[in-house]
């Protein structure tokens, strides 16, 4: 499948939206606008020419284990080694350990590119960057000597090892145990499944970070400590020296990401070193969830891009029946399947959902960068409370999104999508675990209610709202976009009312936290994409009332909008509604009354 | 995976809703309750013991194609045997050719089972049903003397040859031809993909219908001409003969229903039967299509239901995490994910759209059956209608459903939903092509319009609303269940209101067919979805009141209701405002704007 990274849109997302070179000298980087975009488009090249052409193969090849290695589809390998050499593992590693430092709001343009290109291959380096986060927060100076500039660079990759079978969400029942040893090392004994990347042939070395159970811990989260288990231990000089006690004990087969591998580690007495406290394993692992989180957010979009630019293409070829007024391409035997309304409307979904998750993750990205960045105390708070809430929206909603929308590419090519070779169903199976992972979307909606919502009393998500009304009311002032941000507005309103309304039901029964929380989370997501809607027509006006020399493209941007707010919007009505329909009729059947 | 027919639900629907007994006497079949009751006994002790444990390793092992010989996968040809053997294949063929002649209003159930059971399986014999029909409806006597008794038998399987390449929604491109022989046979010559069955190794013959064109056939789909085509040509005694010049050149490479042989066809100059009249093979076709659109509803529900029962079986084992309210399962280390009002609510999801897509299809085979065998021709022409109508929504609704039904229950076994020995992603994987096949569900949402409402001015609908009203009025009667009741009677008008207004759209712009058609067939779907539930409740209700020993059952048919009106039928409403956004935002970009 080819892919061409959606350059324009990022720069108009970058640039026009939230001006990118003044966050970055905000943040002191010496990144200015040529810089950016010089990059944007040398990873536009390697994402195309590199990575992309890999994917279809990769799903027909899968990994392979072979005496407790694994073998990867052909050219993940030579593809990670160019991914390494030219510096793309290192983009935003800490520059102390050798990193370029890039700010995630450009850096998250480059992530989305391999996402959309290959996801199986993006899983490798996704988690390397997340544990190289939690290791560089958390870690003793040592461990941080001693790893982290080989994790940076990417020469060597990291994991997180969480899951265990009888402890998925619940990470309370977690069981493996790490013995404390004289030399003020442990030795793990579990088994951890599901671990993305726990085995793998391109990297020299892999740095696992595992959670487990010290002797004397506290029963549940409280008793859960962090540890860095590397996969051969480093010698006098620092190289990977002796096989540690780990192994993969198998590899899944899996619906899609089919070159990811997906491993069952088993650690036996494995040597392993303690990162952060004893038992305040679980808060250094939010360090690397949060980014992973955000991460998996890209995936969602990576693969919703790849699926419209897939369906667009088709779209455009594919001769079918005749528009319903009447012939268009009079000259063919039938019309380009793009003149109908139906796959119109299925392309327009495409597009604006996921030029609107494209808003929302650079805004999100750009909340992360001044979390860690900003100049003053408050800001850095500001921010981190405004990413905090956004993180499980973006979670769960841009992976939602990137299912839809590989779904209405799959039906755009009618049977053909079902068709391997064509590459859209892959997308459909290759999004769908990012539904799954990193805490189901699920978790992701009582998250948002529980720890973000109910928290401050919807402080935060008020002054979120805030800021949307004064887009819409700058909007208000532009007759060409009234309309447009009188909806808008409207809705705006009815999520504060709502958003109150959800936090008196859940103070009044603990169910309506479960009850409300998907459809909060897909009433708000919605809501939050049509401001972002508002903001980009507002942009796109002004560059037009300029004489812009890009008329079609500012124009699309406000058809666009108009398209988002008139058939997408709606759907806020009915999570509304559903949410509103309470928690009772979810609690009245008995487990044993499901089903007779 | 584990497969138990819901028995309780289909007897539910079939007597205690719809009166089989009564309607099967009316047809002047012999079966009563007591027979009926019998034959879904064994047919769930056929599906659940000789069909479901295939499903799976059908899954793995696929398909093969060698020398021109396609082996299905390991167990299915002795299966099908047996299903042959025991006379299930021939329930609702015609009497006079050997077949037992059952009524679709009991048939159904026995299909819902074996969809359930293994789609890859059912597709094989679901499509000689088919072909059954039109033949029967539109051969020669002689053609039905040669072939209809071992098709009926399901000695021989049958299939559908329409797609070519080029090809697909729009048959007018159709290529393949036709050239009259002197003994008054065809030699047929072309291509066509996609066939279902087109080859494989369990039947002794296969008889291919397919559409091609006569030498001087009008240009178009006025210049299609239906033809019988059997794999192997009869000899003087009818039996297999000569080999056709026709073969299997390839099998495609799918998303699912990996044990279906999915054929490319190649017609070399084979001999051929005219099958009805010259240049009237689309009408011919359609008798065929019917049918197929009404089974592969079917297999959307079939897929629902078996989605639900496992991921039932799931929330009511797996342990994780304490409920909302505190712990439930005191002696466990958690609490089964049953309790967690989320997971409850992908369950009731569940639950009340298959259940509730059970009624539509039960309520539609009903029509089916009437249409032909009811008493009087205005009966008959009533029904003709009324199914006329309702086969789009079945078609598109049910097979929409079963995709959202299995990727509930992928998200309710979280990360095991992704792999593959769990079941779960196969049955997403296999029910996405029930949305693409027999015409897309766009495709159907079009002929809802444009053949069904538009073709009457609403006249069918309106009558079908009028029904449901009398149910809702019914149902006002009744304390308990009148707010139930009011609430969808609201939604009944707002229906008609809507339909109208659809109506004046389509007659001012041909292009707001397509621009409402998606929308206004799931807008339809839930409506008609919450009539059926009323009426299930009124009858839950009545057997409740008459201190029916099954209070359970029928407790959780209004908990049902309940549930589906106050958390589903919201749905109706963003349907409903996207339809109303119009047609201009979908016209309004063109196709060269829709990237940059």
Same mark, same amino acid.
């Given at each position: 499948?080819?892919?061409?990274?959606?350059?324009?849109?990022?720069?108009?997302?970058?640039?026009?939206?939230?001006?990118?070179?003044?966050?970055?000298?905000?943040?002191?980087?010496?990144?200015?606008?040529?810089?950016?975009?010089?990059?944007?488009?040398?990873?536009?090249?390697?994402?195309?020419?590199?990575?992309?052409?890999?994917?279809?193969?990769?799903?027909?090849?899968?990994?392979?284990?072979?005496?407790?290695?694994?073998?990867?589809?052909?050219?993940?390998?030579?593809?990670?080694?160019?991914?390494?050499?030219?510096?793309?593992?290192?983009?935003?590693?800490?520059?102390?350990?050798?990193?370029?430092?890039?700010?995630?709001?450009?850096?998250?343009?480059?992530?989305?590119?391999?996402?959309?290109?290959?996801?199986?291959?993006?899983?490798?380096?996704?988690?390397?960057?997340?544990?190289?986060?939690?290791?560089?927060?958390?870690?003793?100076?040592?461990?941080?000597?001693?790893?982290?500039?080989?994790?940076?660079?990417?020469?060597?990759?990291?994991?997180?090892?969480?899951?265990?079978?009888?402890?998925?969400?619940?990470?309370?029942?977690?069981?493996?145990?790490?013995?404390?040893?004289?030399?003020?090392?442990?030795?793990?004994?579990?088994?951890?499944?599901?671990?993305?990347?726990?085995?793998?042939?391109?990297?020299?070395?892999?740095?696992?970070?595992?959670?487990?159970?010290?002797?004397?811990?506290?029963?549940?989260?409280?008793?859960?400590?962090?540890?860095?288990?590397?996969?051969?231990?480093?010698?006098?000089?620092?190289?990977?020296?002796?096989?540690?006690?780990?192994?993969?004990?198998?590899?899944?087969?899996?619906?899609?990401?089919?070159?990811?591998?997906?491993?069952?580690?088993?650690?036996?007495?494995?040597?392993?070193?303690?990162?952060?406290?004893?038992?305040?394993?679980?808060?250094?692992?939010?360090?690397?969830?949060?980014?992973?989180?955000?991460?998996?957010?890209?995936?969602?979009?990576?693969?919703?891009?790849?699926?419209?630019?897939?369906?667009?293409?088709?779209?455009?070829?594919?001769?079918?029946?005749?528009?319903?007024?009447?012939?268009?391409?009079?000259?063919?035997?039938?019309?380009?399947?793009?003149?109908?309304?139906?796959?119109?409307?299925?392309?327009?979904?495409?597009?604006?959902?996921?030029?609107?998750?494209?808003?929302?993750?650079?805004?999100?990205?750009?909340?992360?960068?001044?979390?860690?960045?900003?100049?003053?105390?408050?800001?850095?708070?500001?921010?981190?409370?405004?990413?905090?809430?956004?993180?499980?929206?973006?979670?769960?909603?841009?992976?939602?999104?990137?299912?839809?929308?590989?779904?209405?590419?799959?039906?755009?090519?009618?049977?053909?999508?079902?068709?391997?070779?064509?590459?859209?169903?892959?997308?459909?199976?290759?999004?769908?675990?990012?539904?799954?992972?990193?805490?189901?979307?699920?978790?992701?909606?009582?998250?948002?209610?529980?720890?973000?919502?109910?928290?401050?009393?919807?402080?935060?998500?008020?002054?979120?709202?805030?800021?949307?009304?004064?887009?819409?009311?700058?909007?208000?002032?532009?007759?060409?976009?009234?309309?447009?941000?009188?909806?808008?507005?409207?809705?705006?309103?009815?999520?504060?009312?709502?958003?109150?309304?959800?936090?008196?039901?859940?103070?009044?029964?603990?169910?309506?936290?479960? #009850?409300? +929380?998907?459809?909060?989370?897909? /009433?708000? &997501?919605?809501?939050?994409? !049509?401001? *972002?809607? $508002?903001?980009?027509? =507002?942009?796109?006006?002004?560059?037009?009332? #300029?004489? +812009?020399?890009?008329?079609?493209? /500012?124009? &699309?941007?406000?058809?666009? !909008?108009? *398209?988002? $707010?008139?058939?997408? =919007?709606?759907?806020?009505?009915?999570?509304?509604?559903?949410?509103?329909?309470?928690?009772?009729?979810?609690?009245?059947?008995?487990?044993?009354? *499901?089903?007779?």
């Amino acid at each position: 499948m080819s892919y061409q990274a959606p350059l324009r849109d990022m720069r108009f997302v970058l640039h026009e939206l939230f001006d990118a070179s003044a966050h970055c000298a905000q943040l002191g980087t010496g990144l200015d606008r040529e810089l950016i975009d010089g990059v944007l488009e040398e990873a536009a090249a390697f994402t195309a020419n590199e990575i992309a052409p890999l994917n279809r193969n990769s799903d027909e090849e899968g990994c392979r284990l072979e005496n407790g290695q694994v073998s990867t589809p052909r050219g993940f390998r030579a593809a990670y080694r160019q991914y390494v050499d030219n510096g793309w593992a290192s983009m935003t590693g800490p520059v102390e350990f050798g990193g370029q430092g890039f700010p995630q709001l450009v850096a998250f343009a480059f992530h989305e590119m391999l996402m959309s290109a290959s996801l199986s291959f993006r899983v490798y380096s996704g988690l390397t960057e997340g544990a190289v986060l939690a290791l560089h927060k958390h870690g003793s100076a040592e461990l941080k000597a001693g790893y982290l500039a080989k994790m940076v660079s990417g020469q060597w990759t990291g994991t997180m090892c969480l899951t265990e079978p009888q402890a998925g969400t619940d990470l309370a029942l977690l069981r493996s145990r790490a013995e404390p040893q004289a030399d003020g090392s442990f030795q793990i004994t579990g088994s951890k499944i599901f671990i993305s990347g726990g085995e793998q042939d391109f990297s020299e070395n892999i740095i696992h970070l595992v959670l487990a159970r010290l002797p004397d811990a506290p029963v549940g989260v409280k008793g859960i400590s962090l540890f860095l288990v590397p996969k051969f231990l480093t010698d006098a000089d620092g190289a990977p020296g002796r096989r540690n006690a780990l192994s993969c004990g198998a590899i899944e087969h899996k619906m899609g990401i089919k070159g990811a591998s997906t491993c069952v580690m088993n650690f036996d007495g494995a040597t392993a070193y303690l990162v952060g406290e004893a038992n305040q394993g679980l808060a250094c692992m939010f360090t690397m969830m949060n980014d992973a989180r955000f991460q998996v957010g890209l995936q969602g979009l990576g693969i919703g891009e790849a699926a419209f630019q897939g369906a667009l293409r088709y779209a455009r070829e594919r001769l079918q029946s005749r528009g319903l007024t009447g012939p268009v391409a009079t000259d063919k035997v039938a019309d380009p399947i793009i003149v109908h309304p139906d796959v119109r409307r299925m392309l327009l979904i495409q597009k604006t959902l996921v030029e609107g998750g494209r808003m929302l993750a650079a805004y999100t990205a750009r909340q992360l960068d001044l979390e860690h960045g900003a100049e003053s105390t408050e800001a850095r708070k500001a921010a981190s409370k405004r990413a905090a809430l956004l993180i499980p929206i973006v979670k769960a909603f841009l992976t939602d999104l990137g299912q839809e929308v590989a779904s209405h590419a799959v039906q755009v090519y009618g049977g053909h999508g079902y068709i391997r070779e064509w590459g859209m169903e892959q997308l459909m199976r290759d999004s769908r675990i990012t539904q799954l992972y990193e805490g189901t979307n699920g978790i992701q909606a009582l998250d948002l209610i529980r720890r973000k919502l109910l928290a401050d009393g919807g402080a935060e998500l008020a002054a979120l709202q805030e800021e949307l009304r004064s887009v819409c009311n700058e909007a208000l002032g532009q007759p060409a976009l009234s309309g447009l941000a009188r909806v808008v507005q409207a809705r705006l309103d009815e999520w504060h009312g709502l958003a109150a309304e959800v936090i008196a039901r859940c103070q009044h029964d603990a169910q309506e936290i479960g #009850a409300a +929380s998907v459809d909060f989370l897909h /009433y708000s &997501a919605y809501v939050l994409l !049509a401001g *972002f809607w $508002v903001q980009a027509a =507002l942009c796109a006006q002004r560059s037009l009332d #300029a004489g +812009s020399a890009e008329g079609d493209f /500012y124009r &699309a941007k406000l058809a666009s !909008a108009d *398209f988002f $707010v008139k058939r997408l =919007l709606p759907r806020a009505s009915s999570h509304r509604l559903a949410l509103l329909g309470g928690a009772d009729c979810l609690m009245a059947l008995r487990a044993e009354h *499901f089903a007779f």
